[in-house]
Structure formats: structure tokens, C-alpha cells
């Protein structure tokens, strides 16, 4: 949650000014390039228990439920649930919940080309 509000809000690129006690910039420049959580569609990579949580976290920060995508093994039913491809195309923000087994420990497969 953290890494998504400090990505939205630009912190990284604009924290520094504030800690050095010049304050939160009011540059008319950065238009829409700072953003709150409320306004962006937030994609789900599982649905455990954790993502859940998640999901329950950006609602009660604005953001629509119908805007929380989800993927899982398998299409659940659930009216946010996405093949991935689609949840990455439609997706501001996309958010990893994938558990860690001996099963997928080293197993990272190269990066395959996005479809035409």
C-alpha cells in the first residue's frame, strides 16, 4: 500500500523538498502526474487472503469496486476477475500477491512478448 500511495504521490521525486522544509511543491507542471488512489483502476496479481485485504484497503480509499481487478488461477466467478493480460492493460496500478513454494522457488521463465 505504501509503494502504491508513494508512486501515485510522486514522493520519490518529490519528498526531498518537503524534508528539507520547503514544503509540498505547487508547480501547475505536474498536472495529473500526481494522483490519488481513488481515481485509478488497482489490479490484483492472486486473490488470497492477502490481496482481499488489499482490495478492502483501496475501497475504503476511494476507489470504486467496480475499478478492483483481479486474477487468479481461474476465472472465480467474481465480477473484478481478469486474464492477466487484460487486468495489465486495464490496470493503473498493479499489485503482486503470488506465494512463494518450493514448487515456483528459481522457476522465474523469461519475459514473453506482449501480443499484437
Known amino acids: 500500500m505504501l509503494l ?4 501515485l504521490r510522486r ?7 518537503d ?3 520547503q514544503g509540498w511543491p505547487s508547480d501547475p507542471t505536474l498536472g495529473e502526474t500526481v494522483r490519488d488512489i481513488g481515481g485509478c483502476t488497482v489490479g490484483l496479481v492472486g486473490y488470497g487472503n492477502i490481496a482481499k485485504s488489499v482490495e478492502k484497503i483501496v475501497v475504503a480509499m476511494g476507489t470504486p469496486p467496480s475499478k478492483v481487478l483481479h486474477t487468479s488461477t481461474g476465472d472465480d466467478g467474481h465480477p473484478g476477475w481478469r486474464p492477466l493480460l487484460d487486468l495489465l492493460a486495464r490496470s493503473d496500478i498493479v499489485s503482486l500477491h503470488l506465494p512463494l513454494t518450493d514448487a515456483t522457488a528459481g522457476n522465474a521463465r ?7
Open 4 to 7: 502504491m500511495l508513494a508512486a
Open 110 to 116: 523469461p519475459a514473453q512478448p506482449w501480443p499484437a
Open 11 to 17: 514522493l520519490p521525486a518529490l519528498g526531498p523538498g
Open 19 to 21: 524534508a528539507r522544509g
